[in-house]
C-alpha cells in the first residue's frame, strides 16, 4: 500500500509540473502585449519598457518561469496586473463559493446517477427502465448554461423559490447562501448525474450476473437485499473513477455557469482575467485549477485502490 501511495504522489507531482509548464508556455504564446492594454495603445514606448520591467517580462522566461512557480507552491501566485493587488487576496472570497458549488454539485450528481442507474438496473428491460435511461439521455445531451436558463425561468421567475443570479454571501446565513446555489449546483450537477446513472446502470448490471450474486440468491438473500448489499457496493468500484474524470469538466462548467448566475467565484474571476488579457492571474488560475483536478483524481486512486485491494498489493 505505501508504494501505492508513494507512486501514486510522485504522479501527482509530476503532472502538476508539467500542466504548469504547458499553462506558462501557452501564456507567453499568445498575441498582444498585457502592458499596452494597461497603459493603452498610444502608450511611449519608454513608459511601455518601465512596465515590463515592473511586471518582469524584461527577464529570460526561463527564469520568470522559475520565479512564478516557486511563488506557485508556497501560496504566492503572483500579482494581478488588473487589479493590482496578490492574487491570494482576490482568491479568498472567490474560493468559499466555487468550492461549495462544486461540492454540492458533485453530491448532487452522485445521488441522481445513484438514483437514476441503480433503478434502471433493478428493472432492466421494462419500462421504468427506459423511462430513466430516456431522462439520462435527455440530460447528457442538454448543455448546462442552457439548463441554467431553463432553471431559472422555473424556480426563479416563475415559482420564486430562489433567487435568479447573485450570491447574497455567507454572513447573511448559511441557508441564504446555500440557497443561492442550489440553482448553479443544479445546472452542474444533473448533466453529469445523467453521465454517471449511464455508467451506474451498466456497472449493476453486470455485477448482478457475477456468481457471488448468484450465490447470495441461492442462500435466501431477497433480490432487493442482494442487490443494495452486494451488487450497488462493487458497482460503485468503476463509477468512483469516472467521478474524478467527470470533475474536470464540472470545473470548468463552472466557468460558464458562475458567469450565468452573477456568481463570484473563480470560475468568473477566470473569465474577467481572460477578458482584461491578466495573463499573470489567467496562468495562476488556470494552473490551480489543474492541480485542483489532479489532486481529485490523486484522492479517488487512493478510493479506488482501497476499495479493490487488488490494485495497491500490485495486482495480486
Known amino acids: 500500500m505505501i508504494s501505492f501511495i508513494s507512486g501514486r504522489l510522485l504522479s501527482l507531482m509530476v503532472t502538476t509540473l508539467v500542466a504548469s509548464i504547458v499553462v506558462f508556455m501557452l501564456m507567453q504564446v499568445l498575441p498582444g502585449d498585457p502592458a499596452l492594454i494597461i497603459l493603452g495603445m498610444n502608450a511611449e514606448p519608454e513608459t511601455v519598457a518601465a512596465l515590463h520591467r515592473q511586471l518582469g517580462f524584461d527577464q529570460p522566461m526561463w527564469l520568470r518561469y522559475l520565479q512564478w512557480i516557486g511563488g506557485f507552491f508556497v501560496g504566492d501566485f503572483g500579482t494581478s496586473i ?8 482576490l482568491l479568498g472570497p472567490r474560493i468559499m463559493v466555487t468550492v461549495p458549488l462544486a461540492l454540492m454539485s458533485m ?3 452522485i445521488f441522481g446517477a445513484i438514483v437514476i442507474g441503480v433503478y434502471a438496473a433493478a428493472n432492466r428491460g421494462k419500462i421504468g427502465d427506459t423511462i430513466a435511461m430516456g431522462i439520462a439521455q435527455i440530460g447528457v445531451a442538454i ?3 442552457w439548463l441554467a436558463l431553463l432553471l431559472i425561468l422555473l424556480f426563479a421567475l416563475k415559482l420564486l423559490w430562489f433567487p435568479a443570479s447573485g450570491f ?10 446555500l440557497r443561492s446555489l442550489v440553482l448553479p449546483a443544479l445546472a452542474l450537477g444533473l448533466p453529469l448525474a445523467a453521465i454517471l446513472g449511464r455508467v451506474t446502470r451498466s456497472a449493476v448490471i453486470e455485477t448482478l450476473g457475477e456468481d457471488f450474486i448468484r450465490t447470495a ?7 432487493s437485499a442482494a442487490l443494495w ?21 464540472l470545473l470548468a462548467g463552472t466557468i460558464i455557469i458562475e458567469n450565468v448566475f452573477n456568481l463570484p467565484g473563480i470560475g468568473r474571476l477566470v473569465f474577467q ?3 482584461q488579457r491578466d495573463l499573470v492571474t489567467v496562468q495562476s488560475l488556470v494552473t490551480l485549477l489543474a492541480a485542483s483536478v489532479i489532486i481529485v483524481n490523486f484522492v479517488v486512486d487512493l478510493v479506488y ?3 479493490d485491494p487488488r490494485l495497491s498489493n500490485g495486482g495480486h
Do not use: C, M
Not at 168 to 177: A, F, K, L, P, R
Not at 217 to 223: E, I, M, Q
Open 229 to 249: 448489499k452486494h451488487a450497488v457496493p462493487n458497482a460503485l468500484i468503476p463509477v468512483v473513477t469516472i467521478v474524478g474524470l467527470q470533475f474536470s469538466f
Open 143 to 145: 448543455p448546462n448554461f
Open 168 to 177: 447574497s454571501g455567507w454572513d447573511d446565513g448559511i441557508w441564504n447562501g
Open 82 to 89: 488588473t487589479y493590482s493587488v496578490p492574487i491570494s487576496e
Open 305 to 307: 485502490g482501497y476499495l
Open 217 to 223: 440468491r441461492a442462500k435466501g438473500l431477497s433480490r
Open 107 to 109: 453530491l448532487i450528481s
Open 273 to 275: 482575467a481572460i477578458a
